[in-house]
């Protein structure tokens, strides 16, 4: 069974810094990729960054050159550093894991964490 957790969120000031952790656990050598989705009130769950198993990333445009996503084999944890945060960047933040080479789209993800809170206040 696969288990993902993420931490690390909270509230911070706009043009500071969050790192977001998913430990995850179980069947962990069958992803293809892992990710980060954010969904904030009334708004849908949208894609952020994704990682493969060879260490590709990829950003939404949104956060390019502000995110950074990251992975260390040995613990089966990923990372997401967010830096220069803006209040549209206030979200429930979501780690997620695919099986499939599809990484950008969201129903292609069948584990996925419980979420943290990301606040950033202006």
């Known amino acids: 069974q696969v288990q993902l957790v993420e931490s690390g969120g909270g509230l911070v000031q706009a043009g500071g810094s969050l790192r977001l952790s998913c430990a995850a656990s179980g069947r962990t050598v069958s992803f293809y990729a892992m990710a980060w989705f954010r969904q904030a009130p009334g708004k849908e769950r949208d894609f952020v960054a994704a990682?493969?198993?060879?260490?590709?990333?990829y950003y939404a445009d949104s956060v390019k050159g502000r995110f950074s996503i990251s992975r260390e084999n040995a613990k089966n944890t990923v990372y997401l550093q967010m830096n220069s945060l803006k209040s549209d960047d206030t979200a429930v933040y979501y780690c997620?894991?695919?099986?499939?080479?599809?990484?950008?789209?969201?129903?292609?993800?069948?584990?996925w964490g419980q979420g943290t809170q990301v606040t950033v206040s202006s």
């Open positions: 997620a894991a695919t099986m499939s080479g599809h990484w950008r789209s969201l129903n292609q993800y069948s584990y």
């Open positions: 990682i493969t198993r060879t260490g590709s990333t």
